[in-house]
């Protein structure tokens, strides 16, 4: 089958374009507002996109809580979303007052971190301190204004849980992180293969 997207007439009972490009890394964001109050949401258009120095983002489809508290505060805390966590990740993604913390309503504890104000998610095995860098609100081929917004950090800080290192290495198969992927679906990781590349 082939569709235009800009007619979206693909004849399914459902988009198939998030199911298409998946699965995606939830980034769960943590942040604070002007008032330090806080917020917690995921977000599965994230991903690093770049090492040196390590930089991650994630995009907003409307200019939400986490996007206007990064630019109000400058720093943000992404957490991972595990398998153990996947109810509470569920609950933080209702759509509730600014005022309501999402780490009350869905009962987890707050830990603080090192080198941001923004706490972050206690039981989660990882965890990236992020300074904001910098929020671009994306246009169309036309030129439009889309209501998509991506926001850029960069990690200042790691943390990570000694039980999921294993011979010097983070095993994911010891927290299984979540991803998104299409409809209301989502997948843990549970096996992973290694290859090499090859040398041509």
């Excluded at 399914?12 to 890394?25: G, Q, T």
């Excluded at 000694?162 to 997948?187: C, F, H, Q, W």
Aim: net charge negative.
């Amino acid at each position: 089958m082939f569709y235009e997207t800009s007619s979206n007439n693909h004849g399914l009972p459902h988009n198939p374009f998030k199911a298409i490009v998946s699965p995606r890394p939830i980034g769960w964001i943590s942040s604070l507002d002007a008032e330090g109050r806080t917020n917690l949401a995921p977000y599965s258009f994230f991903n690093a996109v770049g090492d040196r120095p390590p930089i991650v983002m994630f995009s907003s489809s409307g200019y939400k809580d986490s996007a206007a508290n990064v630019e109000a505060t400058g720093e943000f805390v992404c957490n991972m979303a595990s398998w153990d966590l996947k109810d509470e990740m569920n609950v933080s993604s209702a759509a509730v007052p600014s005022e309501t913390s999402e780490f009350e309503l869905s009962g987890l504890d707050m830990a603080a971190s090192r080198l941001v104000r923004t706490p972050r998610v206690a039981r989660a095995v990882t965890a990236l301190e992020c300074k904001h860098l910098q929020t671009i609100k994306l246009t169309d081929l036309e030129g439009a204004e889309t209501d998509n917004w991506i926001v850029f950090g960069q990690v200042v800080g790691i943390h990570i849980d000694d039980s999921i290192i294993v011979n010097g290495k983070v095993d994911v198969t010891r927290y299984k992180p979540l991803s998104r992927l299409g409809y209301m679906e989502y997948a843990a990781i549970t096996e992973v293969f290694e290859m090499s590349r090859p040398t041509i």
